[in-house]
């Protein structure tokens, strides 16, 4: 156990809120269950940059099967507050037609972004859309949008490390903090 002293940089303090070990443990469980649904085909993990990149990075060399890779930038956010209008920053250049499609996300908020995508990849006919998602805010959530793989639920507060940033910063720290 570390210890639970809050994380000061650069005159920024952080409080620790979930260990890296917790999210090593969540991975691997989320790996084994998309590999049952997904049995002998070979899904392409989808990951929604940049926050998802470390979740991503983890989540693929837990899947104990073959997969694909690709990625996608969509951006709806500016500072802490969700603007709402999501804008895709780097499309897919796979095929998606018939291919079962796992969406990589780092936290779904009020689901705009992820309500966005799914509708956008519809239109490609890929055979199924799942959503592994790993942090998830219920407080906050606006649209309705189903979470296949889901691993936490956080508090409606903001948080960084793990991929997840505050204005570009923070997504080298290995755990969680919430930015206080
Ligand atoms: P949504 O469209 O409101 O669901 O926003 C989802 C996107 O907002 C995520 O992909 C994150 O990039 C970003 N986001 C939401 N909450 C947080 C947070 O607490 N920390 C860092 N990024 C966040
Ligand atoms: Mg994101």
Same mark, same amino acid.
């Given at each position: 156990?570390?210890?639970?002293?809050?994380?000061?940089?650069?005159?920024?303090?952080?409080?620790?809120?979930?260990?890296?070990?917790?999210?090593?443990?969540?991975?691997?469980?989320?790996?084994?269950?998309?590999?049952?649904?997904?049995?002998?085909?070979?899904?392409? &993990?989808?990951?929604?940059?940049?926050?998802?990149?470390? &979740?991503?990075?983890?989540?693929? %060399?837990?899947?104990?099967?073959?997969?694909?890779?690709?990625?996608? %930038?969509?951006?709806?956010?500016?500072?802490?507050?969700?603007?709402? =209008?999501?804008? @895709?920053?780097?499309?897919? @250049?796979?095929?998606?037609?018939? %291919? &079962?499609?796992?969406?990589?996300?780092?936290?779904?908020?009020?689901?705009?972004?992820?309500?966005?995508?799914?509708?956008?990849?519809?239109?490609?006919?890929?055979?199924?859309?799942? /959503?592994?998602? /790993?942090? @998830?805010?219920?407080? =906050?959530?606006?649209?309705?949008?189903?979470?296949?793989?889901?691993?936490? =639920?956080?508090?409606?507060?903001?948080?960084?490390?793990?991929?997840?940033?505050?204005?570009? /910063?923070? %997504?080298? &720290?290995?755990?969680?903090? @919430?930015?206080?």
């Amino acid at each position: 156990m570390k210890e639970e002293k809050p994380l000061s940089v650069h005159g920024d303090s952080f409080t620790l809120l979930i260990e890296k070990e917790k999210i090593k443990e969540k991975i691997e469980s989320i790996a084994e269950k998309i590999k049952k649904d997904a049995k002998e085909e070979n899904p392409l &993990f989808l990951c929604v940059l940049k926050g998802a990149f470390i &979740f991503m990075a983890d989540l693929v %060399r837990a899947y104990p099967g073959h997969c694909e890779v690709s990625f996608i %930038r969509l951006a709806s956010y500016q500072g802490t507050q969700s603007s709402g =209008n999501v804008k @895709t920053l780097l499309g897919i @250049t796979d095929n998606l037609k018939g %291919r &079962f499609v796992v969406i990589v996300e780092d936290i779904v908020d009020t689901g705009k972004t992820m309500k966005y995508l799914i509708d956008e990849l519809k239109k490609q006919e890929p055979k199924c859309i799942k /959503l592994a998602a /790993l942090f @998830t805010k219920p407080e =906050n959530m606006q649209c309705k949008v189903h979470i296949d793989y889901p691993c936490f =639920n956080i508090p409606n507060k903001f948080i960084v490390g793990y991929g997840l940033d505050f204005d570009g /910063l923070y %997504r080298n &720290f290995p755990d969680i903090y @919430t930015k206080d």
